[in-house]
């Protein structure tokens, strides 16, 4: 049974989410706290498995009591967020910095199907983090920039050697080459383990980066509202046409599929593929046909099997292909499910990718 812990202000909301979390077998709310301070004694004397919790409360807010938890007894933590608009949405995602592991919007009741799926996604996050302890990741001073790209043929930065796993090829090895763009798709954990990589990356980085992450619908812009303040790299809503440029990351607005050709971003139609849209396997099978052995795909942390399939065209086409090891995840099953399928050329933690994509893009290929 999975004992969770709901923290939220208003008294009307914890009984909504009391209701959607029973609903589930496996998880039974052993307590509630109407304020931060109240979440984090709770905590310490019921040991849930997990805590969803609220940002904006009374006297000790949520981002306060998250860090005080992680201090204290670190547990798995489920932002469950009404905050609307970039700006108010950064607070929630400031959370994953305290170490909080997803962040999800408070389901709405202006539809029926809407409410259902919303709830679906609490309970199926709470079941993914209960057995997980939290990933803190080493924050980037604010105003700070990321380690100078070095030219061609320069000396590389030193770092410590990479602990990466190389798993057995299936079609051709990757490519040598600098790929011409790189593809992320993540779900949950995946917020902070951008976070984490795109800090670490130089502002000069020079492949494009298309990234696919679940996420609540309308909250793509405060994840990047947020991304901005962590990374030296311009974040910004894919467009649909819009030039492909270094130092860039493109974040996939709800409700469109991701692709690239001509040097260009495209936003493609089509049907959710397994309930997503975005989808990682629409990202990485659009890059393998328009640029091949010319791409490169990356798997983070994340529920269910999205991206695997993709993965594998992109891989069997000659392209660089990784994903994030299952130390680091918070959820080691897109990955899981990508590496079982003969996707993943390269497996690694995440406080090795930064470097690993460094050295893509100096054109070392994966050796």
């Known amino acids: 049974m999975i004992r969770v812990l709901v923290a939220d202000d208003s008294r009307a909301f ?14 039974e709310v052993v307590g509630e706290a109407r304020d931060g301070e109240e979440a984090v004694n709770q905590v310490l004397a019921l040991r849930p498995d997990v805590v969803t919790m609220d940002v904006r409360m009374p006297g000790k807010d949520g981002l306060e009591a998250i860090e005080e938890i992680m201090r204290c007894r670190p547990t798995p933590v489920v932002v469950v967020s009404a905050e609307v608009g970039p700006l108010n949405q950064e607070t ?22 809407r409410f259902e799926k919303e709830a679906e996604e609490i309970r199926m996050a709470v079941r993914a983090v209960a057995a997980r302890t939290s990933i803190t990741r080493r924050r980037r001073p604010p105003g700070t920039a990321g380690p100078a790209f070095p030219p061609r043929g320069g000396p590389a930065p030193a770092r410590r050697p990479l602990s990466r796993q190389a798993l057995s090829p299936t079609g051709p090895l990757p490519s040598p080459a600098v790929p011409r763009v790189l593809g992320i798709a993540a779900s949950t954990g995946g917020p902070a383990a951008l976070a984490r990589i795109l800090s670490e990356l130089p502002a000069g980085f020079p492949i494009p980066i298309l990234v696919v992450q679940h996420i609540a619908d309308g909250f793509e812009g405060g994840l990047v509202h947020w991304l901005k303040g ?24 709800g409700g469109s599929h991701l692709g690239a050709s001509g040097g260009a971003v495209r936003l493609l139609g089509g049907e959710p593929v397994r309930g997503f849209r975005p989808s990682g396997t629409v990202l990485f099978r659009t890059l393998a046909r328009q640029y091949g052995p010319g791409a490169a795909g990356l798997v983070l942390s994340g529920m269910g099997e999205d991206g695997a399939e993709g993965l594998k065209t992109l891989r069997e086409s000659g392209a660089w292909t990784g994903a994030q090891g299952p130390r680091t995840s918070v959820v080691y099953g897109m990955p899981r499910v ?27 290929g994966s050796a």
């Open 14 to 27: 914890r009984a909504i989410l009391r209701t959607i979390l029973s609903r589930s077998p496996e998880i």
């Open 92 to 113: 929630s995602f400031r959370a994953l910095e305290m170490g909080a592991v997803e962040v999800l919007a408070k389901p709405r009741a202006d539809s029926r199907g």
């Open 230 to 253: 962590e990374s030296p790299l311009h974040t910004k809503i894919a467009e649909d046409g819009e030039d492909l440029r270094p130092s860039t990351v493109y974040v996939a607005p």
């Open 338 to 364: 990508a590496v079982e399928r003969g996707a993943v050329a390269i497996r690694l933690e995440l406080e090795e990718i930064a470097a690993a994509l460094l050295k893509l893009a100096r054109g070392a």
